[in-house]
Structures are given as C-alpha cells and as structure tokens.
T-cell receptor
Framework: DVKVTQSSRYLVKRTGEKVFLECVQDMDHENMFWYRQDPGLGLRLIYFSYDVKMKEKGDIPEGYSVSREKKERFSLILESASTNQTSMYLC??????????????FGPGTRLTVL | DQQVKQNSPSLSVQEGRISILNCDYTNSMFDYFLWYKKYPAEGPTFLISISSIKDKNEDGRFTVFLNKSAKHLSLHIVPSQPGDSAVYFCAASPSSGNTPLVFGKGTRLSVIA
C-alpha cells in the first residue's frame, strides 16, 4: 500500500528556531512536493523536486529551503521560523506519467505552531 | 492570478440529496483534472479524475463532469452521506511538460443528517 509519512503530526517551535520537517515515501516516486494549507488559501506549493539533488521553487518559497539527498526523503527547512509560518504542512509524492503530474499521494500533515 | 477557482468556500446539503461542487479554470493548457477530499488533521486523498478527452467520469456515488468550452468542471455526489463532510479540492494539470498540479482553494462540504 502506498505510503507517505511525515516525521511529526504536531510541532511547536519558537520564533527564530531552525525547523526541519521530514517526509519519506515508500513508492519509489521520482516527484516530491511540499505544500502548506491555510484557511481560505487552499494548498500552496512551497517547493518540489523531480529527482535526487534537484529542487524547484513553488509559489511561496520565501523563508523555506529543501533538501533531497535520497529518492525517498524530502526535507523542508525553515531557516528562522516566524509566526506567519504557523500552518499545516503537507508532503506529497507522485510518479512521472509521460511528463505530466499524475495523482499525488499525500502524507498526514504536520501542524506547526511558531510562538 | 488564480488558475483554478472554487468560488464557493462552503456548501451545506441534506443527507441523501445531491451535492454539486464547482470548479473553474483559466489555463487552456490544462487537460487533466482531479478532485481530492480532505478531512481535518489528515492529508488530502485522491477521489476521482477526468481527462479532457472525456466529458464525464463516474465512480460509484461520485461523478465528475467537464465542460471544456466553459472551462468548468463539477463534482456530483449522489446520494450525499454524513461521511462525505470534508474539504474538496479541485486540481488541474497540463499533460505535457513537467509541472505540478495547480489546486483550487477548496470547498467545505457539510452533509447534514
């Protein structure tokens, strides 16, 4: 069964802390994504990756960075957490389908609160 | 500029009746469309999809209709059940090029018993 896991379901951090959110998928998918979900704003793409060591900026990359050292793992890094980064963070993965983004499989999400 | 729009933030429907969720898109390069369902504190799960070569796709109680000329799609749930209460996201993608899905802002469906 397809599975995407995220390191924490709930996380509370202080302003200015460096925060790591980890995502692991067991489907051998090439593509991985990080989104944040906020009320009224839907799912907004932060970063995505098509392969190991590769990364692309999404719609709202400011204040975030990513790392993909292994195919199954995609990390989201908040270099210096701020209160406006309090949100639900969702990781997803997908296989490539002839170049178009097929169905994405989502993890359960991490609810991050920055105080 | 929003390329995928779900203009109704919320919808309330009586149990057993039909739920109709709407989605409009602006990018004529989109030719594959998906609906996702999300419960609170869980990740979205894929529900149903349709490609632009079709105008209807059905899966049990769920049917998606696509009107390419109007750049409009809709998700019909018949009959609606209380367990269908969730946020529904519409997403779109072109079939060429390697670009991520574009999501709408979601519609919260409440099915009242």
């Amino acid at each position: 069964d397809v599975k995407v896991t995220q390191s924490s379901r709930y996380l509370v951090k202080r302003t200015g802390e460096k925060v790591f959110l980890e995502c692991v998928q067991d489907m051998d998918h090439e593509n991985m994504f990080w989104y944040r979900q906020d009320p009224g704003l839907g799912l907004r793409l932060i970063y995505f990756s098509y392969d190991v060591k590769m990364k692309e900026k999404g719609d709202i990359p400011e204040g975030y960075s990513v790392s993909r050292e292994k195919k199954e793992r995609f990390s989201l890094i908040l270099e210096s957490a701020s209160t406006n980064q309090t949100s639900m963070y969702l990781c997803a993965s997908s296989p490539p389908y002839q170049g178009f983004q097929g169905e994405q499989f989502f993890g359960p999400g991490t609810r991050l609160t920055v105080l | 500029d929003q390329q995928v729009k779900q203009n109704s933030p919320s919808l309330s429907v009586q149990e057993g009746r039909i739920s109709i969720l709407n989605c409009d898109y602006t990018n004529s390069m989109f030719d594959y469309f998906l609906w996702y369902k999300k419960y609170p504190a869980e990740g979205p799960t894929f529900l149903i999809s349709i490609s632009s070569i079709k105008d209807k796709n059905e899966d049990g109680r769920f049917t998606v209709f696509l009107n390419k000329s109007a750049k409009h799609l809709s998700l019909h749930i018949v009959p609606s059940q209380p367990g269908d209460s969730a946020v529904y996201f519409c997403a779109a993608s072109p079939s060429s090029g390697n670009t991520p899905l574009v999501f709408g802002k979601g519609t919260r469906l409440s099915v009242i018993a």
